[in-house]
């Protein structure tokens, strides 16, 4: 029961990290100083994250849930090597501190 416990634990931090991330790229987009490529692979992966249609629908046992597992993460971090690392740092910050984040003061 412990180890599941934590398991869960674990991977609830990991979904809040996600999150996060997400925020902080949706707040990158908006800034004068990214490039226009990383805005276009940034809004697509806020978008898809959002967004109620995937690729391959959740219905579909496992690759349903595959597809956001390998795409969503692949996605964010494409978007994330693309960013000035000031302008992430800056938007992590403001996405940590917002009132719908769980890590806000």
């Known amino acids: 029961m412990i180890r599941n416990a934590r398991w869960r634990e674990r991977w609830k931090a990991r979904a809040r990290a996600l999150k996060t991330e997400v925020h902080a790229l949706l ?48 996605g964010l971090l494409l978007a994330l090597k693309m960013m000035p690392p000031e302008v992430l740092r800056e938007c992590r910050l403001k996405a940590a501190a917002s009132p719908g984040s769980n890590n806000a003061q």
């Open 27 to 74: 707040l990158a987009c908006r800034d004068p100083r990214v490039p226009w490529r990383a805005k276009i692979v940034a809004s697509l992966v806020v978008a898809y994250a959002l967004s109620p249609i995937d690729l391959i629908p959740d219905f579909i046992p496992v690759l349903g849930y595959l597809d956001d597992l390998i795409l969503l993460p692949l």
